[in-house]
């Protein structure tokens, strides 16, 4: 048989597609409000609802301990919750979900967490209550089939319960966020003695280079030191390890200036930092150097301005992290 049909009297062709003798209408898809159709095409495609679909307000009383209001939320991503009330007294409620519920009731629950609208509080109940929140509580429901809050104590008066459905995405618990000063509860444990809370140690070997005041213009010289630091007779924790860094200071009642040399050979010396002391304010004269060694020696030293001293100090430490 061939396609399309023509009415009988009218003479009117109705377009059809003929399958294996059996006619099927062909229809064109309009759209419109009350008394008009546009026909679709790429011009005016076909509207499609760009928003979830609304869902209504669910509502109801707990007046008793046990007694609970439910909600289906399969095709929620979120709920809102919050509680009224004109008089009540020891009322106290658990959030709960259910994967397997068919109606609020039967099924397994387990306990969800809600944050308070008011404050970064999350929870699981709401504590006891005796008159109307100042705050709503808002919790993820993904994945769940049913939600519903539920009263564990109740001495009187009614507890009308509103849930608000959202089906937009939302974090596990909504709008948690950390601001302000949080409190902190707890014990914090140390190890052995050498283990400390925020410090970090390195092996180190230290000297006391000099303590001997000099006269006007003089100098000290300290001693080479061999900064794979075997020249001595104390090693690193690691023998094989090199020092990473050198540091050097001096305090003395007099001007004066603080220098580092160094030497590839021992024999040879360059001298490659130099810093003037300065004033320190209830104190004396100081300066120091830090230096990342790439020579294998080292010697420090400090040459005094004009004035004899009547204290002077020069130290160093080799580091080896």
Known sequence: MADNTTLPGTGDVIASDDIAGVKYQRVKIAHGGDGSA???????????????????????NITASGQSVSCDVSRASNVVLMMNTSSLAGHNCTFEGSLDSTNGTDGTWFALQAIRSNANTIE???????????????????????FRVRSTAHTSGTATWKIQRGSYATEPIPAAQ????????GTVSLGAATARAGFLASAGIWWDDSSTALGANATFT?????????????????AATYAM????????????TLWLEVSRDNTNWRRVKSVATAAVSGGGQYAEIVHRPSWRYARVGFTNGATLQTRFSIGSIALAA
């Open 38 to 60: 546009t026909d679709t095409s790429s011009v005016d495609p076909l509207p499609v609802m760009s928003q979830p679909g609304t869902q209504l307000l669910v509502s109801g």
């Open 124 to 146: 699981g109940t709401t504590g006891v209550l005796a008159a109307t929140p100042a705050y709503s509580w808002e919790l993820s429901v993904n994945a769940c089939n049913y």
């Open 178 to 185: 950390i601001s302000g000063t949080q409190p902190v509860s």
């Open 222 to 238: 300290g001693t080479s030191r061999d900064l794979t630091v075997t020249a001595t007779a104390t090693a690193f924790a690691n």
């Open 245 to 256: 860094e050198l540091r050097v200071s001096a305090e003395s009642d007099q001007s004066g």
